[in-house]
Every structure is written in structure tokens, then in C-alpha cells.
């Protein structure tokens, strides 16, 4: 018997993507649905390539935990009302379609994604665990011995190791290291100045992770351009890319399903024609109605 494909979805990203990529579409009652129809819609669509086991992270808050350890960390703050005001709607969606969403509230959507993939990589029953996002910190999570694989959907490309050592230039476990010298804008972790993207992969691909690169620049075996600023850079902002480090590290204990089975697409809810009633979208319902006959 075939083993498990396991499809973990970044649903912030998905809600955040249609929101910018598909027409407004607002409802009689006066609300915009068009990124929660879309999303939907590719969920679906997700079910109709083939995939029997999937679950939709999202962060509807923007805050979690990390905002308490750095004051510049991302916040909510320049999100479109409109948009922001989707995400209780998706979640509500989503669930009556039949999909389980884990919602979460002092982690963060990336969390979860993490947290789950390493629970379904550890079932034997599963042989392989998709994580669809291109967020740069769910690369940590990518494993080959254990099936995990990151899966940028827009793009169609599929990272395993070899993947992410080619895009990054680092190993999986340095890729928080890695966003912790160079920075991440999108997450609002600054980086060390100075450090690029290939003088922190040069320098990680042999030490690895912070704590083992040498103070003194002259004990550096590779060849980095501007080694001795950079180390001096280094030194004086340890504790900073320390904690930029801790804030790009995914929290693998962030509370997501139990066990791989509650990801099983079986149908969605009875009130799912109702909710699509007032998405004016009631072809996605039939859609889904149809995924369902077929499972039978």
C-alpha cells in the first residue's frame, strides 16, 4: 500500500496572494470575499490534483510570541481592513469545506506548518509531507530522510536538500543562521549589516550555525571578501543575530492536529452550500460535492 502525501498549506499566504492577485468581489451584503473565493477555489483544486490529507495554517492575529522578544518584529500594521478582515471568514470557510484549519493565535501560520509536517514525518504511515509556502524559514524544516519538502505551489517547484542548499546555499538546520546574518524584510528581522546573502552562506556552509564561527577572522578557513569587518560586525552583534536567530526558528511545539488523520479531506459540511451562498460562489460548493461523490 501506497503511503501518505501529506499537503500543509500556508493559508496567511494563500488569503494575503488572491487578495492582490484576483478582482474585488463584494457580496450584497456589503463584504469583499474575493481572496477567501480564491483561496477556496485553489483548496479544491488541490483535492482534484489528488491529495487526501490536508491542513491550512493560518495566523489571523499577525502577533504572536515573537513580538514579546523584539519590538521590530512584523506586526498587522498596514494590512488592508478588507483584507484583514477576511481571515475569520476563510477559517469559517475553509472548515465547512471540509478542510482542518489550524488557526493559531500566539504562533505564528509558519509554526504550525513546521509543528505538523515533523508530526506527520514521524507516522509510518506517511511517505511524504509537502509544505506549501515559499516563506524562506520553512526551508528549515525540509528533510529527505524523513519525506519533508517544501513546495513553492505558485512557482510549481519543489525544494528537497539539494534544493535548498542551491537556492541558499546552506544546509536546512543553518537556515535560521542563515535569515538571522542576512535579515528577513518580510518578518522585520534586520540582519547584521554587512552580512549578504553569499558571504553568510560561504561562512555558514562550513561553521554551520552561529555559536561556531571563529571571533578572530584569521582562523576563518574559507575565503570571505571583507572577512575582517564582517567579523568584527559579528562580534559586536552576537547577541543580536542570537536572538534574530531565535526569532526565524520555527517553534515545532505550536499546538496543531493530533494525529495524521485528522487531516483527511472526507466531504465538506452540510452548510457548506449556505456559506457559498454568501461568498456568491456556488460552484465551489458544487465542486466540492462532486470531490465528495467521487471519494465514495
Known sequence: MA????????????????HFAV?????????EVAATRGVLGSMLRLLKEGATHVGVATDKVIESFR????????TGEG???????????????????GFMV?????????????????????????ARV???????????????AAGIVQVDRRREITYDRA???????????????????????ADG????????AKSSATILARYGHLEAIPDDPAEWDVAVRGATKLAGTLAAGREEALLYRLLATLDLNAPVMDDVEDLRWTGPADHLEDVCSHLDAPRLAEMARRLADDLD
Not at 494590512?79 to 469545506?97: K, M, S
Not at 504562533?107 to 506517511?126: F, I, N, T
Not at 524562506?136 to 529527505?144: E, F, R, S, W
Open 67 to 74: 513580538n514579546d522578544l523584539f519590538d521590530g518584529y512584523k
Open 23 to 31: 478582482p474585488s468581489h463584494v457580496t450584497a451584503e456589503g463584504v
Open 189 to 196: 528581522i534586520p540582519g547584521l549589516s554587512g552580512w549578504g
Open 163 to 185: 534544493a535548498v542548499v542551491e537556492k541558499f546555499g546552506v544546509q536546512p538546520g543553518s537556515i535560521p543562521d542563515w535569515l538571522a546574518l542576512v535579515g528577513d524584510t
Open 102 to 126: 489550524m488557526a493559531m493565535v500566539r504562533h505564528e501560520a509558519d509554526d504550525a506548518m513546521g509543528a505538523a509536517a515533523v508530526l506527520a514525518a514521524a507516522d509510518p504511515r506517511v
Open 3 to 18: 503511503g501518505i502525501d501529506v499537503h500543509l498549506v500556508d493559508g496567511t499566504y494563500e488569503l494575503f496572494r488572491h
Open 130 to 144: 509537502l509544505v506549501c509556502t515559499p516563506d524562506k524559514d520553512l526551508a528549515q524544516v525540509v528533510d529527505d
Open 79 to 97: 494590512t488592508p481592513p478588507e483584507l484583514f478582515a477576511q481571515f475569520p471568514l476563510l477559517e469559517a470557510t475553509l472548515e465547512a469545506a
